[in-house]
């Protein structure tokens, strides 16, 4: 990983580009260095707006972070955007999230729009088989 990160810095430094911070972003994500992490993702989104990758995983660290309210905005950035690779995954994250926050109504609707996209998704389809029973009291209590 510090391979990868050298030769990105390497690359920004002769040309900015939003991609290269975005991948910056996961590198430094993957060795759990969130702030710097952070740090690129915003870069990438303020040379491209309309980048829904790095707003995505904005989402996701600040989600680890404890900072729910603010990781919404930035999911929901995330699904806004003209460009975005998997967009499936920006609507899993936002089931996700209101699935911690006991909204199941919420996350099944996110959650149908991740499988709509994708219908091979093992995880979300997990997520919905369990919110699913969730929301069907069991038959057989007393």
Request: glycine content about 4%; aromatic content about 14%.
């Amino acid at each position: 990983m510090d391979r990868a990160e050298y030769h990105v810095r390497c690359f920004l430094e002769e040309v900015e580009h939003e991609e290269a911070y975005f991948y910056l972003g996961l590198v430094q994500n993957s060795q759990g260095k969130w702030e710097e992490a952070l740090h690129s993702y915003y870069k990438a989104v303020s040379i491209n707006h309309e980048y829904g990758n790095p707003c995505n995983e904005i989402g996701v660290v600040l989600l680890r972070m404890g900072k729910d309210r603010d990781a919404i905005y930035w999911l929901k950035k995330s699904i806004r955007c003209a460009q975005n690779d998997a967009l499936h995954i920006s609507y899993f994250n936002l089931a996700t999230l209101y699935k911690l926050w006991n909204r199941p109504e919420r996350s099944l609707q996110y959650l149908h729009k991740a499988m709509e996209i994708k219908k091979d998704f093992p995880e979300a389809w997990k997520m919905w088989e369990s919110l699913q029973e969730g929301s069907n009291p069991s038959t057989n209590s007393n």
